[in-house]
């Protein structure tokens, strides 16, 4: 996350702010007065752009069969409600990654409605979370205890400390799914996201509470068949596998502050645009994140540098890792011969470290 601006700094980026949700609301102006003709368009202002489209289609194809004006509300409703129910992922009943960009969309659509409440906008930010270790797992005991692992980790977003905690102070909180083991945690409130209270300590403490989610039970490190994919390598007798996810998030003011206005498009095309560098952003960063987490790893103590094995889940890392485990044996086995040849010599009177011409 980027440092809270100084006042000064605030100042500039409000007015930059205030500009360009004045050149928004004109283009959003413009846009309506273009639509005004359409007599469904306030139901239709919720739905996906993806989807708009069809549903238009249906109702011109109703208005050329006849079919009365009520009638069509009514169909549309249904239409509707069967649309949006594709907009979930079915694992957990959330949101999913459709879902998050129309939710996304209307959220900075109504921001701008608000008459430049920079207050909300400073209120907004969206939290990118990948799971660490879900191939991994799936690799070494198969797709079903992989699907338990991630549902143990999406129940810390919808329904963990951290998020009951959020709401509690009255922020809002909306999870949802991105992919297959991706979350993503949008949270908007009048409250200032870049400050110290916003939504950097949001992540801490999600990425704490799943951390501290043990999956212990998941995997049988004592099994053969699990020992076997680690090619010998030694497993720390009290090692506890837990869950853990990268993040990294990003904050609404800091997106429009460095925002450049296209007037080329119309202004679903900018807001469009601000959403997509709103979840490229804070994607980067927690990729950022995953990739210090396994330096991290690689260079910790045993345990951690058994987790950084584990979660290399490729073949070519695998390989990387057997031969390892082998040089080390070898190691291991030459500085034995070394002793023992020591040993002998001075059992000998000889002394290992002098030169054969220092001997005669």
Request: net charge negative; aromatic share 8%.
């Amino acid at each position: 996350m980027t440092e809270t601006p100084s006042i000064e700094q605030q100042g500039s980026i409000e007015t930059v702010l205030s500009e360009l949700l004045r050149l928004l609301n004109e283009s959003k102006t413009k846009e309506r007065e273009a639509e005004s003709t359409h007599n469904h368009i306030e139901m239709l202002k919720d739905l996906p752009k993806e989807i708009r489209a069809a549903v238009d289609r249906r109702i011109t194809q109703w208005n050329e069969d006849g079919v009365p004006e009520e009638k069509i509300k009514v169909r549309l409703r249904q239409e509707i409600e069967q649309t949006l129910s594709a907009f979930e992922d079915k694992r957990f009943g959330i949101p999913n990654g459709s879902y998050l960009r129309m939710e996304t969309f209307r959220l900075f659509d109504e921001l701008v409605s608000e008459r430049t409440d920079l207050a909300k906008i400073k209120g907004v930010a969206g939290m990118f979370f990948d799971m660490n270790g879900l191939k991994a797992v799936n690799d070494l005991v198969g797709h079903p205890v992989g699907d338990e692992y991630l549902r143990r980790v999406v129940q810390v977003f919808t329904n963990g400390k951290t998020t009951a905690g959020l709401r509690e102070q009255g922020i809002n909180v909306f999870v949802a799914m991105n992919g297959g083991d991706e979350v993503v945690v949008v949270l908007s409130d009048d409250i200032d996201m870049g400050g110290p209270d916003g939504s950097s300590k949001a992540l801490a403490s999600y990425q704490t509470e799943v951390n501290n989610t043990d999956m212990s039970d998941l995997i049988n490190f004592g099994k053969f068949e699990v020992r076997e994919k680690f090619g010998g390598m030694a497993i720390p007798d009290d090692f506890q596998f837990t869950a853990s996810v990268s993040a990294g998030a990003v904050t609404l003011q800091e997106i429009l502050s460095n925002y450049k206005m296209n007037p080329d498009i119309d202004y679903k095309g900018n807001i469009y645009n601000l959403e997509h560098q709103f979840f490229t952003l804070s994607g980067e960063r927690s990729q950022q994140n995953k990739d210090e987490f396994k330096y991290g790893l690689d260079n910790g103590n045993q345990k951690e540098r058994f987790l950084g094995a584990l979660l290399k889940r490729t073949k070519e890392s695998r390989e990387l890792m057997e031969r390892n485990y082998a040089l080390d044996q070898q190691l291991a086995a030459a500085r034995k011969r070394i002793r023992d040849l020591e040993e002998s010599m001075e059992k000998r009177g000889l002394n290992p470290f002098e030169s054969p011409d220092d001997v005669y």
